[in-house]
């Protein structure tokens, strides 16, 4: 940290550890098991023990190895962000690993992308309280007003951040623009943190919070104004002794507390969506992306082959010869049965929860529907059938009303339709197995 003032270098130093002892793993216990598993475990401060004591060593291999395990908590952070609903807490987990990329760079003396020395070094308290606190900030007050002032938040702070890393690539001025629209959506989640409802402790907090952040960042529009015109400015070492500090232990940390002392909502834990059963009476509702798909299994079935099926896609066997993994609460479908998929590639893989809404036996269909709980990346119902048609034909059926609820789901945009038809596909050729099966004779 040569370029840096002694004194700020020592500020940056305790700043980096606040934010990986205690700021991080605040902001995960805020988050909860459902976003980031473990939440509470101590391996999240122990390895941010790590990262502090490494910036306090001296440049060097054995410096660079200490950093190496919060680069690991990084990546597997930077993964939960997929989990997320809110945009601005999937930026929040993502910008530790930059962060933490940073420090092993910095301190194994090298360069990364072009930067160096000071650049990274600053980076690493940047990404852990511009990014991850002030972002997991925001994601929390949208969370917990649901005002329009704090939506605003939810999406101006992490387009913020986002400029302000892609500015260090651009120019000076493309930076001044992250700055603007970070300031943007920090004073608007200080607006919305002030009007919380709370215990007076927690009132303080968050007001404390609320008048820093507004100082704070003017002091940043300064900088940035004045790296983009070459106007007089602070020095990085004043700004980090001033802005670093300001926005780290006043901001971040009195809101982050502020909002822990809140009470907490009960986490929800039903389905996700008003419309339960329209899968199975119809018409699918308004406002949904609608499918359904229809695939011959066997032409001149009889009802005995139609039983046969049914009970097999009942019973999760049409999904077991699809290599579709499932994992139900028990061995049938029935109302109110909870069912986990589990798509992926060996151990990297989405949990996607459902409840089964309503199961039919009927003389021409037998088959199940089941919607969305929380925590699926859409919201929305699905349905599949073994249907005989008049000519006996024997059709697998799947019905489908869903909107994303992920911000990279609706990111994915048309591809998501792409994905749901090669997972049905993949389905009936499951169920054209156990009616194969049944042709010869094996299915009883």
């Given amino acids: 940290m040569s370029g840096l003032s002694p004194v700020a270098a020592d500020v940056v130093r305790v700043v980096v550890g606040l934010g990986t002892v205690v700021v991080l793993p605040l902001?995960?216990?805020?988050?909860?098991?459902?976003?980031?598993?473990?939440?509470?475990s101590a391996l999240w401060p122990s390895v941010g023990v790590l990262a502090a004591v490494s910036v306090w060593l001296p440049v060097g291999a054995f410096a660079a190895l200490l950093?190496?395990?919060?680069?690991?908590?990084?990546?597997?952070?930077?993964?939960?962000?997929?989990?997320?609903?809110?945009f601005s807490t999937a930026i929040a987990l993502a910008t530790p690993l930059v962060g933490a990329l940073a420090?092993?760079?910095?301190?194994?003396?090298?360069?990364?992308?072009?930067?160096?020395?000071?650049?990274?070094?600053?980076?690493?308290?940047?990404?852990?309280?511009?990014?991850?606190?002030?972002?997991?900030?925001?994601?929390?007050v949208a969370r917990t007003d649901g005002s329009r002032v704090a939506r605003t938040a939810?999406?101006?702070?992490?387009?913020?951040?986002?400029?302000?890393?892609?500015?260090?690539?651009?120019?000076?001025?493309a930076e001044l623009v992250g700055a603007v629209v970070l300031t943007i959506g920090l004073w608007c989640a200080a607006a919305a943190a002030v009007g919380l409802v709370g215990s007076s402790g927690a009132r303080a907090l968050l007001r404390v919070g609320a008048v820093t952040i507004v100082v704070s960042m003017l002091l940043a529009l300064w900088w940035a104004v004045g790296e983009a015109t070459g106007l007089a400015h602070p020095s990085l070492s004043w700004m980090a002794a001033t802005h670093g500090v300001a926005n780290a232990l006043g901001f971040v940390l009195c809101t982050l507390l502020g909002l822990r002392l809140l009470p907490r909502a009960p986490e929800p834990t039903g389905l996700t969506y008003a419309e339960v059963g329209a899968t199975q009476a119809g018409p699918l509702p308004d406002g949904y992306r609608h499918l359904r798909v229809r695939h011959l299994l066997m032409p001149g079935a009889t009802a005995l082959d139609l039983g046969a099926v049914g009970d097999a896609l009942l019973r999760w066997q049409v999904h077991e010869a699809a290599l579709v993994e499932v994992i139900p609460d028990g061995p049938e479908a029935v109302p109110g049965l909870r069912v986990v998929s589990r798509p992926g590639l060996g151990p990297v893989y989405l949990p996607?929860?459902?409840?089964?809404?309503?199961?039919?036996?009927g003389a021409d269909r037998i088959?199940?529907?089941?919607?969305?709980?929380?925590?699926?990346?859409?919201?929305?119902?699905?349905?599949?059938?073994?249907?005989?048609?008049?000519?006996?034909?024997?059709w697998f059926v799947v019905t489908a009303f869903s909107v994303?609820?992920?911000?990279?789901?609706?990111?994915a945009g048309p591809l998501t339709v792409v994905g749901q038809r090669l997972y049905l596909r993949v389905l009936a050729r499951g169920a054209r197995r156990m009616a194969g099966v049944r042709q010869l004779g094996g299915v009883a």
């Avoid at 098991?33 to 939440?39: E, G, L």
């Avoid at 990274?120 to 990014?131: D, I, K, N, R």
């Fill in 27 to 40: 902001g995960l216990r805020l988050l909860g098991d459902r976003a980031v598993p473990h939440s509470r």
């Fill in 67 to 86: 950093a190496v395990p919060f680069a690991l908590a990084g990546v597997v952070l930077a993964g939960c962000a997929l989990r997320v609903r809110g």
């Fill in 103 to 140: 420090l092993v760079a910095e301190r194994a003396g090298w360069g990364l992308l072009g930067f160096s020395g000071d650049y990274l070094a600053l980076t690493v308290p940047h990404m852990l309280f511009a990014g991850f606190g002030a972002c997991l900030v925001v994601g929390l």
């Fill in 154 to 173: 939810a999406v101006a702070a992490p387009t913020g951040v986002l400029l302000v890393l892609a500015g260090y690539f651009v120019s000076d001025a």
């Fill in 352 to 361: 996607v929860p459902c409840q089964v809404v309503w199961v039919e036996r």
């Fill in 367 to 394: 088959g199940f529907g089941y919607g969305t709980l929380t925590g699926h990346p859409f919201r929305g119902e699905e349905a599949f059938t073994v249907e005989r048609d008049a000519a006996g034909d024997l």
């Fill in 404 to 411: 994303p609820d992920r911000w990279w789901v609706r990111l």
